[in-house]
């Protein structure tokens, strides 16, 4: 489908348009259900006027504090897994590309885990986390380095450094005292519970940095999956897009990791979701993150009420949501 | 002689493996050239030396009088397209959608898709007989059928100039000879086509310049009826053959000398 205004056009397929504005929808449904139920339930006109500070005291509390930043830290940090997640997977052309299972996310656990023994407070966990995503991601570049950067040797580098990472992670959990070991062993599962702006807004501000850097590199990177040669004979400069697209896949990683713990499984399922669902050749940046954001908060939203009043980590929910819908999925394929 | 795209004094290398040194090539302009030399000769790395794929160690590749490399990378697929040895097939991409893409250095973030990209992809499907497979998906094609619509992807960047290299490897006969004949056909139509093949009795009948490359130097490079001899065959693939005319063609045919013959009927 195009869209044509006077010398302007831009190529849509309508459905991973149709998919966009229903994940937006549900997006949107999920926020509300998790706005309003709980132990307090909130009718959806008070969060309304709670959000613009017009509301009954309690409602504003619980919605203002408690809820909402919940809620959006979900929104974006599933939106940056599952970008981030289409970024390596386009560019390794694996869906084991993400960085889940590429070591990066292991290696902000590291840091995350280092920070948490140290006796560091939220910030310098959150920090620790995304020095600890960065560092991983420059090694593992760097060894699968050889005249530029093949994928299947970025995967195999990045398989190697996540089992060494994991190791090494479940030696500090050993040599920390109990109380920390406890700590870091919750953040390890990944977890929203008790998320506050603070950990909302660096979020925030990445992936306003981001998106639109990621808008402009989309379609070369879509042409990137054909091959560096087939890519480079189209005039694109694939070395630096590859370059910009690691920077932006890292960072956003790092900072969701930082926000929310290595929450597993988002990076890799979202994109494949978001791929399947909209019959689209390749990954699709702007679906994935969508996909992720909803997977996320959906998933949340069941770890919180599934076995009320027992509170789950959402990491135990992505995995077990996200994993059994692409394994349906996967049993549709046609290949 | 004129020429749009040459390379002067080229050292090709692969990271510190020299492939060839002191390489001058020029190929003449709405010419059918050929490169052709046994396996390793560096025909694929003059190639992708020609297609800016690979940046020389020294000496330069020159684009209508100007350094490849200093012209912006998208004007540069302008004017010389690639068809590279292998690509990969998106998941699930239809024809239609995968000629599309050769519209990339046409189009810009705000400019995706305009009337002359509709009749580029059109007129590509036409000429490379993909026209009915449009809605199919590039998967489930035969190998010769996925050759052609790659063809298209390269025609419909609308290049006066195409690459190919090996455009035949991994198709049957049938589908080599398919393949050429669509060249031929390009090039009759004014393109310059320059291809890396293996076949010389197909690189004598569609060329109209030959480059015989060994050792990673030009041994001889001209018009194949006239440079073609079984000295150079010798000389070149370490084979000994008698030429003859090509029955067809009337171009040089290369005949292997045979060690058995089959007893003569009486």
């Not at chain 1, 953040?187 to 998106?211: C, E, I, N």
């Not at chain 2, 684009?63 to 012209?71: A, K, N, Q």
């Amino acid at each position: 489908m195009n869209v044509r205004v006077g010398p302007w056009s831009v190529r849509l397929a309508p459905r991973a348009l149709l998919v966009s504005v229903i994940l937006v929808a549900i997006g949107f449904a999920v926020t509300v259900a998790a706005l309003s139920t709980g132990e307090f339930t909130v009718p959806v006109p008070d969060i309304i006027s709670a959000i613009f500070g017009q509301g009954p005291p309690v409602a504003e509390l619980i919605v203002g504090k408690l809820r909402a930043p919940r809620v959006v830290t979900g929104l974006l940090v599933g939106a940056a897994f599952g970008l981030s997640g289409a970024i390596f997977q386009s560019l390794t052309r694996n869906p084991l590309g993400s960085p889940d299972f590429i070591g990066f996310t292991a290696g902000a656990s590291t840091g995350g885990i280092l920070a948490v023994v140290a006796g560091g407070s939220a910030m310098t966990i959150a920090g620790g986390a995304l020095a600890g995503c960065v560092v991983t991601a420059v090694l593992v570049y760097a060894l699968a380095y050889r005249g530029g950067v093949q994928g299947y040797r970025l995967v195999l580098v990045g398989i190697g450094a996540n089992a060494l990472l994991l190791a090494v992670n479940s030696y500090l959990l050993t040599r920390a005292n109990i109380n920390d070991a406890a700590n870091a062993g919750a953040w390890l599962t990944g977890s929203l519970s008790g998320r506050g702006w603070d950990h909302a807004v660096p979020v925030a501000l990445a992936l306003l940095v981001l998106l639109p850097l990621c808008a402009f590199i989309a379609r070369p990177m879509r042409m990137m999956e054909m091959g560096d040669d087939a890519a480079k004979a189209m005039g694109i400069k694939v070395e630096a897009v590859r370059a910009v697209a690691v920077t932006a896949g890292v960072l956003l990683a790092g900072v969701a990791t930082a926000a929310a713990g290595p929450v597993v499984f988002v990076a890799l399922a979202a994109p494949q979701l978001a791929r399947r669902l909209t019959r689209s050749p390749g990954v699709t940046l702007a679906s994935s993150a969508l996909m992720g954001a909803v997977l996320l908060t959906a998933a949340d939203l069941a770890a919180q009420r599934v076995l009320a009043p027992t509170q789950l980590p959402v990491g135990v929910l992505t995995a077990a949501i996200g994993g059994t819908y692409l394994v349906l999925l996967l049993r549709k394929d046609r290949h | 002689m004129d020429c749009r795209l040459s390379g002067t004094g080229l050292t090709l290398a692969y990271d510190q493996r020299v492939v060839a040194t002191g390489l001058n090539v020029t190929i003449p302009d709405e010419s059918f050239t050929v490169i052709i030399g046994p396996n390793a000769c560096g025909k694929s790395t003059l190639l992708r030396a020609l297609a800016r794929m690979l940046k020389p160690k020294s000496g330069a590749v020159h684009l209508d009088g100007d350094v490849i490399t200093s012209l912006p990378s998208k004007e540069v697929a302008r004017r010389l397209g690639l068809l590279p040895q292998s690509s990969i097939v998106p998941d699930g991409i239809t024809v239609a959608d995968l000629v599309a893409r050769g519209r990339y250095p046409h189009q810009k973030l705000m400019r995706q898709w305009s009337k002359a990209d509709e009749a580029a992809v059109s007129e590509a499907m036409r000429a490379t007989d993909v026209a009915e497979l449009a809605d199919r998906i590039v998967d489930e094609l035969s190998g010769g059928q996925r050759q052609r619509v790659w063809l298209a992807m390269a025609l419909a960047q609308e290049t006066p100039i195409l690459l190919l290299d090996e455009p035949t490897t991994f198709l049957d006969i049938s589908h080599q000879i398919e393949v050429l004949d669509l060249c031929a056909d390009l090039h009759e139509q004014g393109r310059t086509m320059v291809a890396v093949l293996h076949d010389l009795n197909q690189a004598c009948r569609y060329a109209t310049h030959l480059i015989v490359m060994r050792g990673g130097a030009i041994v001889a490079e001209g018009d194949p009826t006239e440079i073609v001899t079984s000295e150079l065959v010798r000389e070149v693939f370490e084979l000994r053959c008698e030429i003859i005319q090509d029955p067809q063609s009337g171009t040089p045919l290369i005949v292997p000398e045979a060690r058995r013959r089959v007893p003569a009927s009486s």
